[in-house]
């Protein structure tokens, strides 16, 4: 969560601004009440709109409508209602200026020293499933964003606020200095208000942009957009990147999705790379159905694998490497419980990310007071960002599944139903291998499971090396996976020759026809998926 600048009465009273007149009118209703009996205990004329004026009146607290203060009613279904000089007027008018405070006179304009407002959930509302076009329209909030700017503009006088988070702050400070607040509050306050305008002006722009028929339902296209618009709000500040000397920093999208919006349930403070890792290891287990577990190192899993239970598939993941994963993170796409806690508790791993954890699993894990528990709400990532100088690339997340029924076998031996299964497991995984990868994995007891990986080699041979070198398991009677074509025939026999009976590669190579006589030659079973998976960062 972000964090506020403590509340301080040692403002100079040159700098304290009273709050006698506060305006309210809140889309996100939590913590209303308190703040608002907190205001009217200093004696605060409160004045409001629609459903924020009823929430308070059913609170007991006396609120006046804002048609009050603009002799004007609400009309156009709530559309027009505080889009007046009298409201504007009350907001933007500096109290230091004899003109505007002759101005305000002349029009009987009465001060407004603090907004209290934030906005129609806009985004929300554009990302419903089979949301009308319609009602995108009219959850585009005019009104608040104009109240927002002019009481963040005129912050010299006016409080805006604009997060249900600084209520508690606020509080302090307002007991503080008997109702008032200091300069710096109010401009740390019209900081904040700014960036919510610009988010979620950049929120409709982008979603409008999408659209492809502006009538009946919203139709929404994937291509592309024409402009990338990234404003997304300091969640907190790391310790230090992925080095000591590099500051870094977290930046959430504000949906409480995705390992961003992961909840932390114990262990020390999640790390750089730690944040990086989660998110490796919680994509690679989230495309099974069946229960699977991950572990990852360096953000290339050392061990995959499914299983009917999660101890079961985090024993056969280990199993793949047992050395590398000392010391990596953990990936599980289902609850955590606590046969499964009680044995990953024996391995020092610095980080599990699960959708929950019974009660008797947090029990287990609990006398490892610096093991990071992160429990997640999964997210569909759609694009991937990569900075890059004087720029950015974006891409569409690779997605890509593969079934049985697409793949080309082109050997003259075909995989067996077993070596199949096996085949499409290690493709599943090599996806999530840096490149050049190769994946051997083997599909025993209805259950795939890597028994070695090599990742992030300059050559596919030394790739192909490296996964046999680190294998855990026999090699004989498993399954190769590679990230893109072999371009000679040297890689595939190394593959062989470490025991793989069937192989699965995009294919594509001018020399495919080479690499499929040595497949021949060897008796290995291929299957070419014409797409590939490149990983390189």
Same mark, same amino acid.
């Given at each position: 969560?972000?964090? &506020?600048?403590?509340?301080?009465?040692? %403002?100079?009273?040159?700098?304290?601004?009273?709050?006698?007149?506060?305006? @309210?009118?809140?889309?996100?209703?939590?913590?209303?009440?308190?703040?608002?009996?907190?205001?009217?205990?200093?004696?605060?004329?409160?004045?409001?709109?629609?459903?924020?004026?009823? #929430?308070?009146?059913? %609170?007991?607290?006396?609120?006046?409508?804002?048609?009050?203060?603009?002799?004007?009613?609400?009309?156009?279904?709530?559309?027009?209602?505080?889009? !007046?000089?009298?409201? &504007?007027?009350?907001?933007? !008018?500096?109290?230091?200026?004899?003109? &505007?405070?002759?101005?305000?006179?002349? !029009?009987?304009?009465?001060?407004?020293?603090?907004?209290?407002?934030?906005?129609?959930?806009?985004?929300?509302?554009?990302?419903?499933?089979?949301?009308?076009?319609?009602?995108?329209?009219?959850?585009?909030?005019?009104?608040?964003?104009?109240?927002?700017?002019?009481?963040?503009?005129?912050?010299?006088?006016?409080?805006?606020?604009?997060?249900?988070?600084?209520?508690?702050?606020?509080?302090?400070?307002?007991?503080?200095?008997?109702?008032?607040?200091?300069?710096?509050?109010?401009?740390?306050?019209?900081?904040?208000?700014?960036?919510?305008?610009?988010?979620?002006?950049?929120?409709?722009?982008? +979603?409008?942009?999408?659209?492809?028929?502006?009538?009946?339902?919203?139709?929404?296209?994937? #291509?592309?957009?024409?402009?990338?618009?990234?404003?997304?709000?300091?969640?907190?500040?790391?310790?230090?990147?992925?080095?000591? !000397?590099?500051?870094? #920093?977290?930046?959430?999208?504000?949906?409480?999705?995705?390992?961003?919006?992961?909840?932390?349930?114990?262990?020390?403070?999640?790390?750089?790379?730690?944040?990086?890792?989660?998110?490796?290891?919680?994509?690679?287990?989230?495309?099974?159905?069946?229960?699977?577990?991950?572990?990852?190192? &360096?953000?290339?899993?050392?061990?995959?694998?499914?299983?009917?239970?999660?101890?079961?598939?985090?024993?056969?993941?280990?199993?793949?490497?047992?050395?590398?994963?000392?010391?990596?993170?953990?990936?599980?796409?289902?609850?955590?419980?606590?046969?499964?806690?009680?044995?990953? +508790?024996?391995?020092?791993?610095?980080?599990?990310?699960?959708?929950?954890?019974?009660?008797?699993?947090?029990?287990?894990?609990?006398?490892?007071?610096?093991?990071?528990?992160?429990?997640?709400?999964? +997210?569909?990532?759609?694009?991937?960002?990569?900075?890059?100088?004087?720029?950015?690339?974006?891409?569409?997340?690779?997605?890509?599944?593969?079934?049985?029924?697409?793949?080309?076998?082109?050997?003259?031996?075909?995989?067996?139903?077993?070596?199949?299964?096996?085949?499409?497991?290690?493709?599943?995984?090599?996806?999530?291998?840096?490149?050049?990868?190769?994946?051997?994995?083997?599909?025993?007891?209805?259950?795939?499971?890597?028994?070695?990986?090599?990742?992030?080699?300059?050559?596919?041979?030394?790739?192909?090396?490296?996964?046999?070198?680190?294998?855990?398991?026999? @090699?004989?009677?498993?399954?190769?996976?590679?990230?893109?074509?072999?371009?000679?025939?040297?890689?595939?026999?190394?593959?062989?020759?470490?025991?793989?009976? %069937?192989?699965?590669?995009?294919?594509?190579?001018?020399?495919?026809?080479?690499?499929?006589?040595? +497949?021949?030659?060897?008796?290995?079973?291929?299957?070419?998926?014409?797409?590939?998976?490149?990983?390189?960062?």
């Amino acid at each position: 969560m972000i964090e &506020h600048s403590s509340a301080s009465s040692s %403002a100079s009273s040159a700098d304290l601004r009273p709050i006698r007149r506060a305006l @309210l009118s809140v889309t996100d209703k939590t913590g209303l009440v308190d703040f608002a009996r907190v205001l009217a205990s200093f004696n605060v004329d409160l004045v409001s709109t629609g459903g924020t004026a009823r #929430a308070l009146r059913e %609170a007991g607290l006396p609120v006046r409508d804002i048609s009050d203060l603009t002799g004007f009613p609400e009309m156009l279904d709530g559309r027009v209602k505080t889009l !007046h000089p009298k409201v &504007h007027g009350g907001i933007l !008018h500096i109290r230091d200026n004899a003109e &505007h405070q002759a101005s305000v006179a002349e !029009h009987a304009i009465e001060p407004i020293d603090m907004v209290v407002v934030n906005l129609y959930a806009f985004e929300k509302t554009a990302k419903r499933p089979g949301v009308a076009f319609a009602d995108v329209i009219e959850n585009i909030d005019i009104g608040g964003p104009s109240m927002v700017r002019s009481a963040a503009k005129n912050f010299a006088d006016v409080a805006i606020v604009s997060s249900a988070a600084d209520y508690d702050s606020l509080t302090e400070e307002l007991k503080a200095n008997a109702g008032s607040l200091g300069r710096a509050t109010r401009w740390r306050l019209a900081k904040q208000a700014f960036a919510v305008t610009a988010a979620y002006d950049a929120g409709i722009a982008t +979603a409008l942009e999408s659209i492809e028929e502006p009538s009946g339902a919203a139709v929404f296209s994937d #291509a592309l957009p024409q402009s990338i618009r990234i404003i997304e709000p300091l969640a907190k500040t790391l310790r230090y990147g992925e080095n000591p !000397h590099q500051k870094a #920093a977290l930046y959430v999208d504000g949906s409480g999705q995705g390992i961003a919006g992961a909840k932390q349930l114990q262990g020390k403070e999640l790390s750089y790379n730690n944040l990086v890792d989660l998110d490796a290891c919680w994509d690679l287990v989230s495309e099974f159905d069946e229960t699977a577990v991950a572990i990852i190192k &360096h953000t290339n899993p050392c061990g995959a694998s499914t299983g009917g239970t999660v101890l079961e598939a985090y024993k056969r993941a280990l199993a793949g490497d047992p050395v590398s994963a000392f010391g990596g993170v953990i990936g599980i796409n289902r609850e955590v419980d606590a046969e499964a806690a009680e044995e990953i +508790a024996k391995l020092f791993v610095e980080a599990i990310v699960a959708p929950s954890f019974t009660a008797d699993a947090l029990e287990r894990f609990a006398a490892k007071k610096n093991l990071r528990l992160v429990q997640i709400i999964p +997210a569909e990532t759609t694009r991937v960002l990569k900075q890059v100088s004087g720029g950015l690339l974006v891409q569409d997340a690779d997605r890509l599944k593969i079934t049985e029924a697409e793949l080309k076998i082109v050997t003259e031996r075909k995989p067996t139903p077993e070596e199949m299964r096996s085949l499409l497991f290690a493709w599943t995984v090599c996806k999530y291998v840096k490149s050049n990868a190769i994946v051997y994995a083997r599909f025993a007891d209805g259950h795939g499971q890597t028994v070695g990986i090599g990742a992030g080699q300059m050559s596919r041979v030394d790739a192909a090396r490296f996964g046999a070198m680190k294998a855990a398991l026999p @090699l004989a009677g498993t399954v190769a996976a590679s990230d893109a074509f072999f371009p000679f025939a040297d890689g595939l026999e190394v593959v062989a020759k470490a025991g793989a009976t %069937a192989v699965i590669q995009p294919g594509g190579s001018v020399r495919d026809a080479e690499v499929i006589e040595a +497949a021949n030659r060897l008796g290995v079973a291929m299957a070419v998926t014409g797409v590939r998976h490149f990983r390189h960062g």
